[in-house]
Structure formats: C-alpha cells, structure tokens
C-alpha cells in the first residue's frame, strides 16, 4: 500500500514540479491569439470553456489502454508500476503537452502537418498514411470491447451486435457534427461515469481490506506467464497510461478550441497525468482483487486472458451492484470517447493535406464516409488480433511525433533532452518489438539481435538528428512554414 500511495504521490508532484519544468522550457506565450479566434468555423475551431476542453482531451486518450493495458502489463510484474510513474511524467506528459502546444502555434494544425514541418515532406506524406490507418484501427479496436460489456448489463435482446452498430452510428455523427453539439454535451456525463470509477475503486483500495501485493522485495523481474521479457513487451502492453503516440493525434482537437496558450499544461500534460493515475489505480486494483501476480496468472487463464472479465468482477464485487453498473459505464466511456473522435481526427487530418474546407455538412461527409467504410472493414477482424497491430502502430507513432518535437525545441534553441531522451528510448522499443514479436504480427527474431537492432536505431537516429539541426542552422533546409 505505501508504494502505492507513493507512485500516487509521486504522479500529482510530476504535474506541479516537472510539469512546471517542461512549460517554462517550451516558452508559453499568453498573450497570443488563438486558433479559436482567427481560424472560427463553427464546427471544428470553436472556443469552449477549460474544463469541457479538460474533460474531452481525458476521454479521447483514456481509452482501454489505462484501464485493458495497466491490467495486462501488471503481469510483468512491478516493474509496471515504476513505468506508469516515470513513462508518465518525463515521456506521456511531455509528449502530450509539447505536441499540442506546437499545433497551437501551427493554427490548430493535425499531427502529420506538425510532423512534416519539422521532418521534411516525405515524412509527411508517410505520418499521414500512418495516422489515417491509426485511426481506423482504434475506431473498429474501441467498437467491440464497450459493445461486449454493454451487452452484458442488458437483456439478450440486445446483443454485442446490437450494441456495436449503435455505437457505430454515434460515432458516425460524432465525426460530422460541430464539435461542441454532441461531444462537448455528452463527454461531461462521460466524465463524470469515468471519474466515479477511478474514485470509487481508489477509495476501496485505500480504505477497504484489501492489500495490494506490489512484489518490489522480490525483485522487478517479469513475472509474465508466458515469459515475455519487460523490455520492450511492457514497454508496448502500457501504452496508454504511460506514453501513446495516438495522444498527439487528439490534441489538435483542442489546440483549436482553447481559449488561451497557458491553458496547454492543465489541459494537454494534466490529461496525461490523470489518465496515468487511472492506470496506476486499475495495476493495483488487478492485484489486490486477485491476491498478487500468480493469483492474477490463474484469474486471467480461467477467464480467456481477457481483462473485461476482470474489470467486470471487479467493479461489481467492490462497489455493489448499483456502483458497480456506474464503474462499468465509466469504464465503457473510455473507449467510446476515444473511438468517435479518433474517426474525427481521421477526418481532420484528410481535410488537412486535401485542403478541403469543412464548414459545409456535405463536404464533411465527402471525407467522413470512406472513412466509415474503412473502419466498418477492419471491425470484421479479431480484436485480439487488431489489438496487437494498433498497439505497435501506436507507440511508433510515438516515436514520430516526439523525433518531431525534438527538431522544434532544438530550431528554437530550447532544451530538447527532454524529448530526445524518450525519443531514443521508445525508438528502440518500437524496433525491438515489431523484430522480437511472434509472427505473424513481427518478425519472431531471437531477442538479443531484437534488442540490439532497436538500440542501435535508436542511435543511428540521434546521429541523423544532430546532421539535420546542423543543416537547418546552416540554412541548407528551406522552411516553408515557422511558427
């Protein structure tokens, strides 16, 4: 318990020190004008008050990773618990704060535009390919999973088919609708389901009989039942509540409606850290409810490997049937209010490099309608399957957007160690998953040549960095952007 509530303590400091840190580095600038004012549609560039922009950017990114992901990386024992912490505060958060802070400055701009700004049009080109087939995949990923656990709580009547296709039409009007019709009057209710679940399980843990076997004496090696190693499984497994590339892709949502440049901390770096405090509430929560790892071990082997069952269980054991139905609509609300605006963002970033103007429903739907057919294609296949697929997809994506960054800080003479330090350490995860990963999803290669190879990368590209901020000073690089 007390590492616990020191991981805890630890999260909320991180915001308020280093946090602190990371803005004064970036240079926050009050006084300049806002996407929302210069750029205002009425649909997507739309002025909302703090705490709806708070509360939308925490339910796009708190999808199933801080709830699914913290459940499935605690398995590798407690070493996931120092990740969430300090993946949190000196990787997600920065990525999260430093990137939609820039697409401020680039008028609200998506994430391939920022990327290819800073690393030249044939990344560009790709970042947007990456990120369009990004979206899909977490718009079908986050269709099944909140369509299973609410067809558990209703009459047979309603099946998870049923319940697929409604969430399905709603993330349909979610992706065409101005965004403060639908999404910035439902994600308050969303909110406060999702909050109540964290709370609730929080308070049981703390003050209910229960006790969190965090395992720190004996050791941080993996206790993972099929002996997958920490690095880089975990690294990948943790995705969400710790550090998710598929973060910078939402925060130009709501670069476009804050009203201020020094909200982009409270609301881009804060997000991140509550989502990391959900993520260390529902490892513990894992723990404690099954008795340690080899209790969790037999749990998730009895039960399919499959962390709904557990969150299901759970929620309902500890907060009674009425609390648990809240808890569990909470934890619904995550991945739906990540899945509708990862289809608004898909089309975001398509009216971007199109330059196709959005004011007009009928030239949104024009984008919005291939993209509901992609996605509607990728959900016939496994989620287990599609799972694994997004979650590398996601941590590259990563990897991009903080190289990105880098080269950002480092033009405007910034200090950029802190993004190039977790640029090189999620380089090398992401290589040395997709090379260690059983087929048919990575290359299966012995671990030593995997891990090598991601260290390896990862320095090449630090190298290539330092050659091409050296080519930018030399004024070899012609900017056609700046901000």
Request: aromatic share 14%; hydrophobic share 55%; with cysteine.
């Amino acid at each position: 318990m007390i590492s616990f509530l020191i991981a805890l303590a630890v999260l909320v400091g991180g915001y308020f020190i280093y946090g602190l840190v990371v803005e004064k580095i970036f240079g926050i600038d009050s006084k300049r004008p806002m996407p929302c004012d210069t750029m205002r549609d009425g649909v997507d560039y739309v002025p909302m008050s703090t705490w709806k922009v708070f509360l939308i950017q925490f339910l796009n990114i708190a999808g199933l990773g801080p709830i699914f992901g913290a459940i499935m990386g605690i398995m590798f024992g407690p070493a996931a618990f120092i990740w969430i912490v300090v993946g949190t505060i000196f990787a997600g958060a920065v990525h999260d704060f430093i990137s939609g802070a820039v697409s401020i400055r680039a008028r609200g701009a998506s994430l391939p535009e920022v990327v290819g700004n800073e690393l030249g049009t044939g990344i560009k080109q790709v970042m947007r390919v990456f990120s369009l087939i990004l979206m899909v995949l977490v718009g079908a990923v986050f269709v099944s999973q909140p369509a299973a656990l609410i067809a558990g709580m209703t009459p047979e009547t309603f099946d998870v088919t049923f319940w697929a296709v409604v969430i399905f039409a709603y993330y349909m009007l979610a992706t065409v609708l101005p965004i403060d019709k639908l999404i910035g009057n439902l994600y308050p209710v969303f909110g406060f389901a999702l909050l109540f679940m964290a709370l609730g399980i929080l308070c049981v843990l703390i003050f209910g009989d229960n006790k969190i076997v965090d395992g720190f004496s004996e050791g941080l090696a993996s206790r993972h039942p099929g002996g997958l190693p920490i690095f880089p499984m975990m690294f990948v497994s943790i995705a969400c509540g710790a550090i998710s590339g598929f973060h910078a892709t939402q925060s130009p949502m709501m670069a476009r409606c804050l009203k201020n440049e020094k909200l982009a901390r409270p609301v881009f770096y804060g997000a991140m850290v509550a989502e990391g405090i959900v993520a260390l509430i529902w490892a513990a929560a894992a723990i404690a409810f099954t008795g340690g790892y080899e209790g969790l071990t037999t749990y998730m082997a009895e039960h399919g490997n499959s962390a709904g069952a557990l969150v299901n269980d759970l929620s309902i054991s500890w907060l009674g049937t009425f609390g648990g139905i809240l808890a569990l609509l909470g934890v619904i609300a995550a991945p739906i209010t990540s899945g509708d605006t990862a289809l608004r963002s898909a089309r975001l970033i398509a009216a971007d490099f199109l330059h196709f103007d959005q004011s007009k429903v009928v030239k949104r739907l024009l984008i919005s309608v291939p993209i509901f057919v992609a996605t509607f294609a990728v959900m016939m296949i496994d989620f287990s399957v599609l799972w694994r697929y997004f979650a590398w997809c996601n941590q590259t994506l990563a990897v991009f957007t903080l190289w990105a960054v880098t080269v950002y800080l480092a033009r405007k003479k910034k200090f950029y160690l802190i993004t190039m330090l977790p640029a090189m350490f999620m380089t090398a995860v992401s290589v040395s998953y997709i090379l260690y990963a059983r087929r048919p999803e990575g290359f299966g290669l012995d671990y030593s040549v995997a891990v090598g190879a991601g260290c390896v990368m990862a320095a090449l590209l630090c190298v290539l960095f330092y050659v091409y901020l050296r080519r930018i000073n030399r004024g070899k690089i012609n900017r056609k952007f700046d901000y």
